[in-house]
């Protein structure tokens, strides 16, 4: 893969090919003709005809005795390379998100803020106070009953036993009778003795 830096002085195009001439400035001979195939030049230059006389670095390889142009950036051109474009953009959303997030002062004092007006709310602490009592209850008697229990009434309450019974089976309809009566009515419609 070579490398140089020159202006782009000319595009001409013919035969399938567009001929770029680069002005080294001494390097090269100082002209350096580079072809470059259609295809090549609609990914080098998506956005239409590349200016003239500007600054370029360009990267191109010689494989035998053709030559292809990986890369020609305008260095005088406010451009961020297409592939620095996806980096740059996750940086930028990484820093607004993370700055979001991590204002922990903030979130910290709504949190406080919204378990102050729960704590104040004497209507809910005590809806709150009688569900853990209920909860409470409740586990208390379900130990006793195991405690009290022999065999699996020891490892489960009587409502869980009640979950593990499965629902009782749909009765599955027989239709063998009408499938033998349709044979007997085909094979009387063809002439053999039926039943």
């Known amino acids: 893969m070579h490398t140089l830096i020159g202006r782009l002085v000319q595009v001409a195009k013919g035969n399938g090919l567009y001929m770029f001439a680069i002005d080294t400035q001494g390097e090269d001979g100082g002209m350096l003709m580079l072809p470059i195939t259609i295809e090549e030049y609609y990914e080098l230059f998506p956005a239409g005809e590349p200016p003239l006389n500007d600054q370029y670095e360009i990267q ?3 494989i035998n005795d053709t ?3 990986r890369s020609m950036f305008n260095l005088a051109s406010e451009v961020i390379p297409a592939e620095l ?3 740059l953009t996750a940086t930028q959303d990484m820093e607004s998100t993370g700055t979001k997030f991590m204002d922990t002062q903030k979130h910290e004092a709504a949190l406080e803020e919204r378990l102050q007006a729960i704590r104040n709310d004497e209507s809910l602490m005590t809806e709150i106070q009688a569900a ?3 909860e409470q209850a409740k586990r208390e008697e379900n130990i006793k009953k195991r405690q009290g229990g022999t065999g699996i009434e020891a490892l489960f309450t009587d409502e869980e036993v009640a979950n593990f ?3 009782k089976p749909e009765p599955v309809t027989d239709y063998s009778a009408t499938a033998q009566a349709s044979q007997r009515t085909i094979l009387g419609n063809y002439g053999e003795a039926t039943e």
Do not use: D
Request: charged share 15%; no cysteine; net charge neutral.
């Open 67 to 69: 030559i292809h142009v």
């Open 85 to 87: 474009v996806p980096t």
């Open 132 to 134: 853990l009592a209920a």
């Open 60 to 62: 191109f390889e010689q």
């Open 165 to 167: 019974r499965q629902p």
